[in-house]
């Protein structure tokens, strides 16, 4: 009887792989599942950021109003961390944007990468995020507190020229996360490097 308990305990652990942390980091799954959930909204109102920053239509003082909330989301607001001492914690997060035209990666501090955004040359932007998930490996304790982990997201860039897409792919990527817990049990979830796993096109409008 012991036997199958534990068989059914290891299955229904099998099924929740998308939430397995590390041994003994003191999390419970439906803590993770929320961690999860909250990690979602932050990738999704990354995007959100994107997609207004990205606007033509909307005024320059919009767009910084956005810029520097979507700096909010990452650790350090984008820049290094360091300690009492001035020691450096955690690098400034950078992000990767990868292209099929050139099939080149190139990696930008987080600042950079939104006033790149922001002057875009094309008359409309649309960004789309789907898939957003705890990467294999789950959350792991670095620290008093603190836990890291990496979500794997699809994001769809579509470029236009008038009434015309000029470009379009989707990209695969990954972002790690820094996720504090303060003596009341809640978490704060803040935004690290965000890098490019694969690209391809996409037939999505």
Do not use: W
């Amino acid at each position: 009887m012991k036997k199958m308990i534990l068989c059914a305990i290891l299955f229904t652990v099998s099924l929740c792989s998308n939430y397995i942390v590390a041994q003994n980091d003191g999390l419970e799954i439906e803590v993770r599942e929320t961690i999860n959930q909250q990690c979602v909204h932050k990738v999704k109102a990354l995007t959100d950021h994107f997609a207004k920053i990205a606007m033509k239509e909307e005024a320059d003082s919009i767009k910084d109003y956005h810029i520097e909330a979507c700096m909010d989301l990452f650790i350090g607001r984008g820049n290094d961390t360091k300690d009492d001492e001035g020691n450096i914690i955690f690098p400034a997060p950078r992000i990767e944007v990868s292209s099929l035209s050139s099939g080149k990666v190139n990696s930008y501090f987080i600042k950079n990468y939104l006033v790149r955004l922001k002057k875009l040359q094309y008359s409309r932007i649309i960004f789309k995020t789907s898939e957003c998930y705890l990467a294999e490996g789950g959350v792991k304790k670095i620290g008093e507190n603190l836990y890291s982990a990496t979500v794997s997201f699809y994001q769809v860039f579509i470029g236009y020229k008038g009434d015309m897409i000029v470009y379009r792919d989707k990209t695969k990527k990954t972002v790690k996360v820094f996720i504090e817990r303060d003596n009341l049990g809640r978490f704060d979830i803040l935004l690290g490097d965000i890098k490019v796993d694969q690209t391809t096109e996409t037939d999505q409008r």
